[in-house]
């Protein structure tokens, strides 16, 4: 209680400057006492700290109060005989308790208090938190065959609040359906199903399941995804290294991989059956003496629990390699045939591909070029024997004919006579 007395003259004063008159006659009675603290939420068996602050304070008494409304502490005495509570700080303006080992049973409001008239009081509900068990991961099965759905679950039982939970596989975010079942004291399991379809690209893939707690970070439980599937098969050419030809060996290997490892391998020949020569060997086939005969689509077949898958081969058999002798220009009148032999075109025996393939445009390129080299090399050779071979041709047929008297006189006179006549021939090329 406070008296407040003054001797102002009221009389001729307006209300307002009446009320700043007695705020100046006494400060203090205008600051009020504000009293505060915080909630608290802890782990179970952590430590609660409990703050009851105040500001102005005028000494009055501050004490704490549990949720029965039992005084824990008064000023900085414990009237309580709970040894778990501890005074931390106390001082005109703060009240600090710790309530260590916490359980489910300290939950609740707790009161901080200051004497006045009439007594203040500000509210600090602890909450406790608890933390759910570590998840665990079940798959509806063990195995899984590439193209199915899998059906994973993961539970986290035992927690307040309820927890949350998110699902990765690999790097990439799924998401599930989650249920939620209340137990006694509030208590909480938490269920979440996911389901996917699944491809070879999953084996051994790490499928996660995270739980968010405010009570805990980082818990997790993972799991890795078994994923069978087919064989993938493959047939690869051992030897020769080029184009098969007759006379040659060859040997395929069928190459086939899978889950579980493909246990069975076999080899065929579509539409026919396999060469007498034909040798097979684990996942080789081996043929000897290649001839046209042989000539079709063999096929490798791979099986294992899931399935089956095959590879052909078509084998296309080429003439024996021949030598073809490099053609030669020569400086003659008698014409010239010019034979070009071109090699073969490559092919290749794959599936899909037996007949052989275009003759490469870059080896005709370089086998024209040379011909009309040639050409031209014959065309200035034999211009040049022209230009030296032009000119006027003399005989001697007509020599003495001047000092001759007629005709018959001149061919007598002429140089050899008429005798020689048939030594006398001229030839033109």
């Not at 600090?124 to 059906?151: F, K």
Request: aromatic content about 8%; glycine content about 6%.
């Amino acid at each position: 209680k406070m008296i407040i007395s003054t001797h102002l003259n009221v009389s001729n004063i307006s209300p307002a400057k009446l009320l700043a008159n007695i705020q100046m006659e006494i400060p203090h009675a205008f600051q009020s006492q504000n009293l505060v603290t915080d909630n608290v939420a802890v782990v179970e068996g952590e430590v609660a700290v409990i703050s009851c602050r105040v500001k102005n304070n005028d000494d009055s008494v501050i004490q704490l109060l549990n949720p029965n409304r039992q005084t824990i502490y008064f000023r900085d005495v414990r009237p309580l005989k709970d040894a778990r509570f501890q005074l931390v700080n106390f001082s005109d303006n703060e009240l600090r308790v710790s309530l260590s080992n916490v359980t489910l049973s300290d939950e609740g409001r707790y009161v901080c208090q200051l004497y006045t008239d009439p007594p203040q009081e500000a509210y600090a509900d602890i909450t406790v938190l608890i933390p759910p068990g570590n998840p665990i991961i079940e798959s509806r099965e063990g195995q899984v065959i590439e193209g199915n759905e899998t059906e994973m679950t993961c539970t986290a039982m035992g927690s307040k609040p309820a927890a949350t939970i998110r699902w990765m596989k690999g790097d990439k975010e799924l998401q599930g359906k989650s249920k939620v079942e209340e137990m006694y004291d509030t208590m909480f399991t938490v269920t979440s199903q996911l389901t996917f379809t699944v491809t070879k690209e999953d084996d051994g893939v790490p499928v996660v399941c995270i739980v968010d707690h405010p009570a805990v970070k980082d818990v997790q439980a993972q799991t890795y995804l078994v994923v069978h599937y087919k064989p993938e098969v493959k047939i690869v050419v051992e030897f020769p290294d080029g184009l098969p030809r007759e006379g040659q060996n060859m040997e395929l290997s069928c190459q086939a991989k899978g889950k579980p490892h493909p246990q069975q391998i076999n080899w065929v020949k579509v539409d026919d059956d396999l060469p007498s020569h034909a040798l097979i060997t684990g996942p080789d086939l081996y043929i000897e003496n290649l001839n046209k005969t042989y000539n079709g689509t063999y096929r490798c077949f791979a099986a294992n629990s899931v399935g089956e898958s095959y590879d052909d081969y078509i084998l296309y058999v080429y003439d024996a390699p021949t030598t073809t002798p490099i053609p030669t220009t020569a400086t003659t009148t008698t014409p010239t045939t010019t034979t070009i032999s071109l090699p073969e075109a490559t092919a290749d025996s794959r599936a899909g591909e037996g007949a052989p393939r275009a003759v490469d445009h870059a080896v005709i390129g370089g086998v024209v070029a040379v011909v009309v080299f040639a050409m031209l090399c014959l065309l200035i050779i034999l211009g040049r024997y022209f230009a030296r071979h032009k000119g006027t041709y003399f005989t001697h047929e007509a020599k003495g004919a001047d000092d001759a008297a007629d005709a018959d006189t001149a061919i007598i006179n002429a140089e050899g006579g008429h005798n020689n006549s048939d030594e006398k021939k001229e030839y033109y090329i």
